[in-house]
């Protein structure tokens, strides 16, 4: 049965086989045998395209030893400063927005609003207003202004202090995800302390137009400067209810 086994794949692999791909290869069925068999070199891997292509990160934020210990340390007094000359306007005088569309930024994480920052400075996200706004900002000022709202939640009624109320599968998705689905438990990242990425935002209290308008555009493709495209992905599984509701849930109430 052995020999018969082997004679079989030796039939096949030098004999049958060259001789039915020869005709591609332009080959005698001669030179089609003495390459199957080893005894001639076979033809030479064609050669590739080449690309100038440079691979460039969605988010080019990078969290080095500096920026750590400058968010830390936070000079929230320039960070005050700078808030009151050019975010106040839109984002609340303290850093509770009264617009339905902007989001409120006091009790914010100082990595989260750090990493936006510096993600309209660099194009990976792009707004009319906050594109130029953090490009006219050093990068250490972007820094002070992030540890001046991180601060700024010690003081008054910020992000993550909020009451919820919502349907029974809604309140299912944000604290236990949908795993049929591969959809995370909201709250398995976005709330403080639960070792999910340093710059993931808080998102208890937070204005719930803003944050439909966000995971729609996350599920559209129109907003990209998510890290290995984890909220694109989670916001095209969603539908558009379970987005808006999930985004009137975590609003919440006083």
Not at 47 to 71: F, G, H, K
Not at 102 to 110: E, H, K, V, Y
Not at 129 to 149: F, P
Not at 218 to 247: C, F
Request: a positive charge; hydrophobic letters at 40%; charged letters at 20%.
């Amino acid at each position: 049965a052995v020999g018969i086994a082997v004679a079989t794949g030796a039939l096949l692999g030098f004999l049958l086989i060259p001789a039915g791909q020869r005709e591609n290869a332009g080959l005698t069925l001669y030179e089609a045998l003495c390459r199957a068999a080893g005894l001639t070199p076979g033809s030479p891997a064609q050669a590739q395209p080449v690309s100038a292509a440079v691979s460039l990160p969605v988010s080019q934020v990078s969290w080095d030893p500096a920026i750590m210990q400058r968010l830390e340390a936070g000079n929230t007094q320039r960070g005050a400063r700078l808030a009151q000359q050019v975010c106040a306007a839109c984002h609340g005088e303290k850093g509770l927005s009264e617009t339905a569309i902007i989001p409120s930024l006091a009790g914010q994480t100082s990595y989260a609003i750090y990493k936006q920052l510096h993600d309209y400075r660099s194009d990976a996200r792009a707004h009319p207003q906050m594109s130029g706004v953090a490009k006219a900002l050093a990068v250490g000022d972007l820094a002070s202004i992030a540890a001046y709202y991180a601060a700024a939640g010690e003081q008054y009624a910020s992000l993550g202090r909020r009451d919820f109320s919502g349907d029974v599968e809604i309140v299912k998705l944000a604290w236990e995800g949908d795993t049929r689905r591969r959809i995370p438990a909201c709250m398995s990242c976005h709330t403080n302390g639960v070792g999910g990425p340093i710059e993931t935002p808080a998102i208890a209290g937070q204005n719930r137009e803003y944050m439909a308008a966000q995971l729609n555009a996350y599920a559209s493709g129109a907003r990209k400067n998510d890290v290995y495209g984890r909220m694109r992905d989670i916001s095209r599984r969603l539908t558009p209810q379970e987005r808006e509701q999930l985004a009137r849930y975590f609003q919440g109430t006083l």
